[in-house]
């Protein structure tokens, strides 16, 4: 390769990278500003496309449009009524002026930093500043009160609220948004995420609530007894009345029965009286004596006038 040749080439990639070094685009969503030895110049740049900046002098620095999210992390905060609770929140902002912005917080990192220690501290005050249960319901609205609920703490939870979570919440974002502007942020919203008991007070709530709960079952289960004592006890004395009523009917078939045996019996015996005494005789012996007994009887019984009598009884 010629010395010629070579330098047109490294004539035409200076100035290729001088051509790409000037150039840059902004998409629809990206706003900048154009720093010259660390410092500003010109102005706001929001116009999406393709733009020119003098290159190796001037840095490009792109900032979001959009709106964006703050995740604050969760805090252990203490109520006005000295509940201590887990407090975690979340938050929408934007970038209002980028030149100051950039200047007080330079990138998104550095702002979620500022707006974690503005938005935690105005929730911080904000709730020492009420009761737990202004944190947790909006409204007054009525609600059903639960044997559960009833056990652990309906007073507290029927209490009268006067200003209520949503109004909280619109405190700490009136507050907050005070001082977002002096960092170029604009915040439209700061919201509650999540409200929670610490440990140690949550434990002795759960505590509570299978106290309350064990005392539920063990009435159900006393009920459950009582209403089972009085089933078997109906049971038998439906038992009883049945087995009484078959009992007497029994007995009076055995009456009606007997009545008529011994009525046909004295029919049959008065017919012949002879013959029922020999019967009787002969029925006396029968169930006295076996083929081992021996039977000694005197000549004026009247069994042994029966054995010596041949052809059937006397008449």
Do not use: C
Not at 26 to 44: D, H, N, R, S, Y
Not at 175 to 196: C, Q, S, W
Not at 199 to 221: C, G, L, P
């Amino acid at each position: 390769m010629s010395p010629r040749l070579g330098a047109i080439i490294a004539g035409a990639a200076a100035a290729l990278l001088l051509v790409l070094g000037s150039l840059y685009t902004l998409q629809e969503t990206e706003q900048a500003i154009l720093t010259q030895f660390g410092k500003p110049v010109g102005g706001l740049i929001t116009t999406p496309g393709l733009h020119f900046k003098v290159p190796f002098i001037q840095n490009v620095h792109r900032f979001d449009k959009r709106w964006l999210e703050f995740n604050g992390n969760a805090n252990e905060i203490p109520t006005k009524d000295k509940k201590y609770i887990w407090v975690d929140t979340y938050a929408r902002w934007r970038i209002a002026d980028p030149l100051r912005y950039f200047q007080a917080v330079h990138d998104e990192r550095g702002a979620q930093s500022r707006l974690d220690d503005i938005v935690d501290g105005e929730t911080r005050n904000a709730v020492a500043s009420f009761d737990l249960i202004e944190l947790v319901r909006s409204t007054n609205r009525e609600f059903q009160i639960t044997e559960e609920l009833a056990g652990i703490g309906s007073a507290e939870a029927m209490a009268k609220v006067t200003t209520g979570r949503s109004r909280v919440s619109q405190i700490i974002l009136e507050k907050a948004a005070k001082i977002t502007p002096e960092f170029g942020i604009e915040l439209v919203d700061v919201r509650f995420k999540r409200i929670n008991y610490v440990d140690i007070v949550q434990q002795k709530v759960f505590e509570r609530m299978v106290s309350e709960r064990k005392r539920i079952a063990e009435r159900s289960r006393s009920e459950g007894q009582g209403r089972a004592a009085e089933i078997r006890g109906q049971k038998e004395r439906d038992m009883l009345a049945a087995s009484s009523v078959g009992y007497r009917s029994a007995q009076e078939k055995k009456g009606d029965a007997d009545a008529k045996a011994t009525a046909i019996y004295a029919r049959a015996y008065g017919r012949d009286p002879e013959f029922y005494q020999f019967m009787k005789s002969m029925e006396t012996l029968g169930a006295a004596l076996d083929s081992e007994s021996t039977l000694i009887l005197s000549t004026d019984s009247e069994l042994l006038r029966y054995l010596k009598t041949s052809g059937g009884p006397p008449r």
